[in-house]
């Protein structure tokens, strides 16, 4: 409860994502993620952030 709380102040949510491998692939020729990293889920992550921060202005 208290890691929702915490979120809530910062205005974050905390949702489960289904990722296709085309997703990941595309990531990877974005240069988001590096390929040997594609099956980590981490790493897909943080290249998720980086692209939602890139297109919609976000921040960490």
Do not use: F, W
């Not at 709380?5 to 905390?14: E, F, T, V």
């Not at 296709?20 to 952030?49: Q, W």
């Amino acid at each position: 409860m208290r890691l929702h709380r915490a979120r809530k102040s910062a205005g974050l949510r905390c949702l489960t994502l289904e990722v296709r491998e085309s997703e990941i692939a595309a990531l990877i020729r974005k240069g988001l993620l590096r390929p040997d990293s594609r099956h980590d889920s981490m790493a897909v992550r943080n290249a998720l952030y980086s692209l939602l921060d890139r297109h919609l202005g976000g921040g960490m």
